[in-house]
């Protein structure tokens, strides 16, 4: 059975940085993809970053581009998010969701599998 698992949020200061983690367990991610979504109440789910295993090239939201980062370790099967000079507007719970597709998008419903999420406090 396949389970995402994420790590590592919490709350920082504007300008800070924190690393996200997402385990995977019944999931290869070199034979799939996956992606990190943000969301804050009342809004639709946002989508971060993706990677795919047709390319291994990653994708960014025009909001978060040159202060995120996703990495993958394959070996750990393990992927992760460090974010960077974070703002206010970055507050959210962050997910991480997998597809067995090997194109990666950044639509939510084009992922299969969630993890339970993680809750990301931008604030002074």
Request: net charge neutral; aromatic share 12%.
């Amino acid at each position: 059975q396949l389970q995402l698992v994420e790590s590592g949020g919490g709350l920082v200061q504007p300008g800070g940085s924190l690393r996200l983690s997402c385990a995977a367990s019944g999931f290869t991610f070199d034979a799939g993809s996956i992606a990190w979504f943000r969301q804050v109440p009342g809004k639709e789910r946002e989508g971060v970053s993706c990677i795919g295993s047709a390319d291994r090239s990653t994708n960014y939201a025009g909001s978060v581009k040159g202060r995120f980062t996703m990495s993958s370790d394959y070996a750990k099967n393990t992927v992760y998010l460090q974010m960077n000079s974070l703002k206010p507007e970055d507050t959210a719970v962050y997910y991480c969701a997998a597809t067995t597709a090997t194109l990666a998008t950044m639509t939510a419903s084009w992922y299969e599998y969630w993890g339970q999420g993680t809750q990301v406090t931008v604030s002074s």
